[in-house]
């Protein structure tokens, strides 16, 4: 499995943007993609998750503001971030699993919020 992450940038506190990572390869088992972040001199950590069958979860700091979801055909997913604050600066990561593997890893897009 291949994952391209894009949609990162600088915007403005309040503000909004769109992440997408487009995955390839042998998608057809993969049970859960999730967006991670890691902010400098901090662990990276779990933004959100949303399974095959579309359940989803969020990080508590995200909640309300961030919306994650997956194309019909499961090939891209998507990570829409409103309400944008400045402790959202950090490298998104997304990531890919499936059960009883190691998880996949995209390459990390850059968002920074400023204020």
């Known amino acids: 499995v291949q994952l391209q992450a894009s949609g990162g940038g600088l915007v403005q506190a309040g503000g909004s943007l769109r992440l997408s990572c487009t995955a390839s390869?042998?998608?057809?088992?993969?049970?859960?993609m999730a967006w991670y972040r890691q902010a400098p001199g901090k662990q990276r950590e779990l933004v959100a998750s949303?399974?095959?069958?579309?359940?989803?979860n969020y990080a508590d700091s995200v909640k309300g503001r961030f919306t994650i979801s997956r194309d019909y055909a499961k090939t891209t997913m998507y990570l829409q971030m409103n309400s944008l604050r400045p402790e959202d600066t950090a490298a998104y990561y997304c990531?890919?699993?499936?059960?009883?593997?190691?998880?996949?890893w995209g390459q990390g897009t850059q968002v920074t919020v400023s204020s």
């Open positions: 990531s890919a699993v499936k059960y009883g593997s190691p998880n996949y």
């Open positions: 390869g042998t998608i057809f088992s993969i049970n859960v």
């Open positions: 949303i399974t095959s069958g579309g359940s989803t």
